[in-house]
């Protein structure tokens, strides 16, 4: 995905790390900040939250959603727009991109 982005013109950090993402979150202005939702010892929700509760700056969450997530995953869905929503299986680049584009688009 960081590539596609990369390749579209957007300046990309990654990392599979919540914690990291913190990390980059305090050092850096992000527009759009793309994350699983269920991640091991902490929700996408719980990363949102975390970098809004901090973040002076609009930025706009896009949550990575496994279909095969069970009922974590379903009970987490409900509180997102579907807007906000990537299904992570199979994972479309170009509605990551398309997304990503209206995300930048909306905030101008």
Do not use: C, W
């Not at 202005?29 to 939250?49: A, F, N, Q």
Request: net charge neutral; aromatic share 10%; charged share 25%.
């Amino acid at each position: 995905m960081k590539v596609y982005l990369r390749a579209d013109g957007y300046s990309v950090d990654h990392t599979p790390d919540p914690s990291q993402a913190l990390k980059f979150a305090a050092q850096s202005k992000y527009g759009v900040v793309i994350t699983d939702l269920v991640m091991h010892g902490i929700t996408g929700l719980d990363l949102y939250r975390e970098i809004k509760s901090h973040y002076d700056e609009q930025v706009r969450f896009m949550f990575l959603l496994s279909i095969s997530g069970g009922d974590a995953t379903l009970r987490l869905m409900g509180t997102l727009e579907r807007g906000d929503i990537i299904k992570k299986e199979p994972l479309s680049i170009n509605e990551v991109i398309f997304k990503v584009r209206a995300a930048f688009t909306s905030s101008r």
